[in-house]
């Protein structure tokens, strides 16, 4: 009997459950993508980034990659039927979007007496494990945090020691061609995804990693969202090869485990809250008012274009564009400068970090975004507002992540570059003007605040 491996977010060899699961059922695998026209937007960064993903997987399977085009719904079911295969294996989906359409594919398949099996996910501890004593969810990340440590992660899947794959005539379509895809965010495929996770940690990175990983003028972040995103690595070797690692003990190490931890923690909330995706969790905070408008608009446009005049937000804001990644530090503080001083409801800069972002990513994102917006689950309270200047001087203490990004801002030396309103030739090369006053603003958006809990 042949199984039919369908991937999606686990676009690997290694490491995946799913497959082991479809050797253990039949006597071949016939693997298979699915382009859904839902998800892929013509020149999307994160499309492109996927079809390269997809690209580097067919690669690895010397072209016997089946690749069809339409609703999962119709073209698995179809496919199953082809080939004669009882089993459609799966790593299971955790996202709203996900969940629906699977849930469509499941049934579509038992009506004709076949099934899909679900094995895995992209996560550590599957989203909707980790619950408190009495099964509830968390809704905390501190104490979810100390769960998940507890609860633990399998061991890596063994590598199968051959992969009988499946040599039947079954038709397909040609991914995308390679030209339009290889700009996008470095090299893909699993073997690219491994090697610069085992350059994070031969270049010493982890140990440092509490020290450093707010600095964005260093490249020290082991930039693994991406990976992560497609599943070209799962999070469970990055925690085996950590905990096998001399600098696993650090306290730099605990830190980098916390930060997948959050991952984790933000795909939990959006399984047991799917409707947070794009709403605010703490419904206390519905009431702020938020500012919509020409005008707004005018000053949201400035913020997407990296025109804001406030060069830390404006540099990070270029990044994203550039580069279609952007430091944690500064989606921290874009993000707060959208909410917080430019009085804009998260989810229209959710909307646009995922349209440019590689490792958009609908849980880590919107939560993300709620974190800072002050209505997530956290205890963070709505009250913190980032300060742009001391953010800038803080985390990029020389100012050579702003140069590096702003280059009407290369002329200033130093720190300099984050003040150019106090040097006589600080806009000599075309740099903005500050669309907004952060002191007033953020006492305005405090008084928002206040105002809605009256
Ligand atoms: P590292 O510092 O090397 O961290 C290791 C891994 O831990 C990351 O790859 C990521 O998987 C996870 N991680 C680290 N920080 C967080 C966090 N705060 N929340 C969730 N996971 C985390 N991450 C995404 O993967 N996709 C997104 O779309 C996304 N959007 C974000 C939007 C906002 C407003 C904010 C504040 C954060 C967002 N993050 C997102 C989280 C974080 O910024 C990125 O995961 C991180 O910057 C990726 O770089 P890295 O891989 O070098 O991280």
Do not use: C
């Not at 699977?102 to 899909?116: C, N, Q, Y």
Request: charged share 25%.
């Amino acid at each position: 009997t042949v199984s039919v491996l369908w991937f999606r977010r686990d676009l690997r060899l290694s490491d995946h459950p799913a497959l082991l699961a479809a050797l253990d059922a039949g006597t071949s695998v016939l693997p298979v993508f699915v382009l859904d026209p839902r998800l892929l937007a013509p020149g999307r960064p994160r499309s492109r980034r996927l079809v390269a993903a997809v690209r580097a997987l067919a690669a690895a399977l010397d072209g016997r990659l089946v690749v069809r085009t339409g609703n999962p719904g119709e073209v698995v079911p179809e496919l199953a039927r082809e080939v004669g295969a009882e089993t459609v294996h799966v790593t299971r989906e955790t996202t709203p979007f996900g969940r629906r359409r699977d849930a469509a594919v499941a049934a579509a398949l038992s009506a004709e007496g076949r099934r899909l099996a679900a094995t895995g996910t992209p996560y550590a501890a599957g989203p909707g494990r980790v619950v408190t004593q009495s099964g509830a969810a968390y809704r905390v990340f501190g104490p979810f945090a100390r769960a998940w440590r507890a609860h633990g992660s399998p061991p890596p899947a063994s590598p199968p020691l051959r992969i009988p794959w499946f040599d039947g005539d079954v038709g397909g379509v040609a991914l995308p061609a390679v030209s339009a895809v290889a700009s996008s965010g470095g090299l893909a495929g699993e073997v690219a995804a491994r090697q610069k996770w085992l350059d994070f940690l031969a270049d010493g990175k982890l140990a440092r990693y509490g020290e450093d990983r707010d600095r964005p003028d260093l490249d020290a972040t082991s930039r693994m969202s991406i990976p992560l995103k497609y599943g070209e690595i799962h999070p469970r070797t990055l925690l085996a090869d950590i905990a096998s690692h001399p600098d696993g003990r650090t306290s730099g190490a605990a830190t980098f485990v916390t930060e997948l931890a959050w991952r984790e923690f933000y795909a939990d909330v959006l399984w047991h809250r799917p409707e947070s995706a794009w709403q605010d969790l703490r419904p206390e905070l519905a009431r702020i008012p938020y500012d919509t408008g020409p005008e707004t608009d005018r000053l949201v446009e400035a913020w997407r274009a990296g025109r804001t005049g406030y060069p830390i937000v404006d540099a990070g804001m270029r990044q994203l564009l550039a580069e279609g990644w952007m430091h944690n530090r500064l989606r921290m503080i874009t993000a707060s400068f959208l909410t917080k001083d430019l009085h804009v409801w998260w989810p229209a800069g959710a909307r646009h970090f995922l349209d440019h972002l590689l490792d958009g990513d609908i849980a880590s994102n919107n939560h993300g975004w709620q974190w800072v917006a002050g209505t997530g689950t956290d205890a963070a309270p709505y009250f913190r507002v980032l300060n742009p200047l001391r953010q800038a001087h803080r985390f990029d203490p020389e100012g050579e992540y702003v140069r590096r990004w702003v280059p009407e801002l290369a002329h200033l030396p130093g720190a300099a570059a984050h003040e150019p309103w106090d040097h006589p030739n600080g806009y000599d090369h075309g740099y903005p003007g500050r669309i907004v006053d952060h002191d007033v603003e953020r006492r305005e958006a405090l008084t928002r605040y206040e105002l809605s809990r009256r």
